[in-house]
């Protein structure tokens, strides 16, 4: 059975044209369209996206109006930001890891997002399918963050169903030449095209998942509390305690908290509560004091430029 050809998958690359991560993108996406799903590509790398600066106006104006406004205007970052987590009936991302984590391309994108998210609430009840691919030159040992980091962003808009960390691929397209990479690349293309003939409440993860794995964002990488066994999905923000059985560990995680992690609707929602709480006792205790603290430090300091 085909899914209807209105479904679409957006196929988000973070990397260069025709790099390792287009190229596995493609792979999954061509999978998808044997399904009978149109499909998408968006190269971020081909949009002029403007770092976030931290003003906090797309929380201050939401507060005030209802509706969340980015300061940065002149760029691409709200029409990206709309294709990639508005438009589609799924999301595939690829990127690749630069030092430890995705690229600046994929975090400039990921720290613009709140003012659409702000704008379509909607988007929190994550009712698509979602799935990643981030690619390493180097072996595992330095890929560990990147496909907990595009969690952060994938998972505000969707459900993830599948992801896979690939490795050891360092020149440009070079993962071309390795058939069971490319072949695990069309299996994610046909396992987030399979999800949009299932009903929301019957997605479920379809990747591989080990015995320390999340259940939100299926990765492996935890917070350890104050003390052992005690732990943390450090993006999901779901506890658990290890469990250890002879030389094998497994975590035991918080059933009740795995179904509101953080970017859930509730996780969300009471964060955007907590910090309009801040605001307004900003605004009705600290703002005139700040005014005067800051004084000193305004002038000071030697700042320096680079040449023209």
């Avoid at 046909?190 to 998942?209: Q, T």
Wanted: proline share 5%; charged share 25%; aromatic share 6%.
């Amino acid at each position: 059975m085909k899914v209807q050809k209105t479904k679409k998958i957006i196929g988000y690359s973070s990397g260069r044209k025709n790099g390792n991560s287009e190229m596995l993108l493609k792979h999954a996406l061509m999978a998808a369209e044997k399904l009978g799903v149109e499909t998408e590509i968006v190269r971020a790398m081909e949009h002029d996206v403007k770092p976030c600066i931290g003003c906090e106006g797309c929380v201050v104006s939401l507060n005030k109006t209802g509706v969340s406004k980015c300061s940065i205007k002149g760029d691409d970052g709200e029409w990206l930001i709309n294709k990639v987590l508005v438009e589609g009936d799924a999301l595939i991302m690829s990127m690749p890891i630069y030092h430890l984590v995705p690229n600046s391309h994929f975090f400039v994108m990921n720290h613009r997002q709140h003012p659409v998210m702000f704008n379509h609430p909607e988007l929190m009840e994550k009712s698509r399918p979602g799935a990643i691919m981030c690619v390493g030159g180097g072996e595992a040992d330095w890929t560990p963050l990147g496909l907990m980091a595009a969690n952060i962003m994938l998972q505000h808009a969707y459900t993830l169903v599948d992801q896979v960390q690939f490795t050891g691929h360092g020149r440009p397209a070079q993962v071309l030449v390795n058939q069971a990479d490319l072949d695990r690349a069309t299996r994610l293309g046909e396992n987030v095209a399979k999800s949009l003939l299932a009903p929301p409440e019957e997605f479920r993860f379809l990747g591989e998942d080990g015995q320390t794995a999340c259940p939100v964002c299926h990765c492996n990488v935890v917070q350890i509390q104050t003390s052992l066994p005690n732990v943390v999905c450090p993006v999901c923000d779901i506890h658990g305690v290890f469990v250890g059985e002879g030389k094998d560990m497994r975590v035991e995680w918080d059933r009740k908290e795995s179904e509101n992690p953080r970017f859930s609707v509730y996780g969300i929602n009471k964060h955007l509560e907590e910090i309009k709480t801040k605001h307004i006792r900003y605004a009705t205790e600290y703002h005139e004091k700040v005014k005067v603290l800051k004084k000193p430090f305004l002038d000071w300091g030697k700042v320096v430029h680079a040449p023209k």
